[in-house]
């Protein structure tokens, strides 16, 4: 009987330890910083660049023991022909699931191309000289941008940072988890690359908290203002550097570099000189 009784008590301390155990493993969990990765854009190369993307952005995250989810926003575009990059080439619609992302949203580029008012925009001026093909991608490219944040806050995921980058990039230099680091801390920081200006700020990648990152993101309802403000073309880095000022937003220098890499494979000459 006492044999019976101990065995007992012994069965109840045990259940009593393991319930804490994984308690204190579930709040170690839960206390970890997690960050958003946001991927924007065509999927246009990423055969190319999957293997940097895992390198030198995803591997820094995990080896410094923190979370992330992958967000993507991209077309089902099945060819893509663009007179300025040289592209005339079949694209593989299913490419993006090799970034296995968390969340997603692949839409239609006719259903918004329908959608939208590109003859106000155009009314502006061409700022490429490209018969508008690279104004209208750019604005394909700002819904995107829109779109995969919606799915970020669609997640009710509580994220200390956002990173937004694209999945057409070869990225060169690791992801500064330092830099990442900071930006948990910060809510008013954006963090963007000082390379590619052109007479604004580089457009093709952020660091952020949710505070700053939110007008990065929805950009596209800023383009009727900057146009209306300025009386001139629509210009992708002079277009974000509008924003940020609108918003009063400072931002500070990124440590990653990505060049971009066409849908045949090709990196424009411009890029490999990064």
């Excluded at 190369?45 to 820094?60: G, H, V």
């Excluded at 008012?117 to 508008?132: C, L, M, P, R």
């Excluded at 002079?238 to 060049?259: A, Q, T, Y």
Aim: hydrophobic share 35%; net charge positive.
């Amino acid at each position: 009987m006492i044999n019976l009784y101990l065995s007992f008590i012994l069965v109840i301390i045990l259940i009593i330890y393991i319930h804490q155990l994984l308690n204190l493993k579930i709040e170690s969990f839960r206390s970890k910083p997690k960050i958003a990765i946001c991927f924007f854009g065509l999927t246009r190369s990423l055969d190319f660049t999957i293997d940097s993307i895992k390198e030198n952005i995803l591997s820094p995250l995990k080896e410094s023991d923190i979370n992330y989810d992958i967000i993507l926003h991209s077309y089902d575009l099945n060819f893509l022909k663009m007179k300025r990059s040289g592209e005339n080439n079949k694209l593989n619609t299913e490419e993006w699931k090799q970034l296995n992302p968390d969340y997603y949203k692949i839409d239609n580029q006719d259903t918004f191309d329908k959608s939208y008012n590109y003859e106000y925009v155009k009314s502006f001026g061409d700022a490429w000289n490209t018969n508008f093909e690279n104004t209208i991608n750019f604005i394909r490219q700002l819904n995107s941008l829109k779109q995969v944040w919606k799915l970020a806050e669609n997640s009710k995921t509580e994220y200390d940072c956002y990173l937004f980058i694209r999945p057409d990039l070869k990225y060169t230099t690791k992801l500064d988890v330092n830099q990442v680091k900071e930006a948990f801390k910060q809510n008013q920081n954006i963090y963007i690359p000082s390379w590619h200006k052109w007479g604004g700020v580089n457009d093709r990648m952020a660091l952020g908290c949710h505070n700053t990152i939110k007008f990065y993101a929805n950009r596209l309802d800023d383009v009727p203002d900057y146009l209306e403000t300025y009386r001139k073309p629509l210009h992708a880095e002079k277009f974000l550097k509008f924003v940020l000022e609108k918003h009063k937003i400072d931002p500070k220098e990124l440590n990653l570099v990505g060049k971009r890499v066409r849908s045949n494979g090709k990196i424009p000459s411009i890029d490999q000189k990064l």
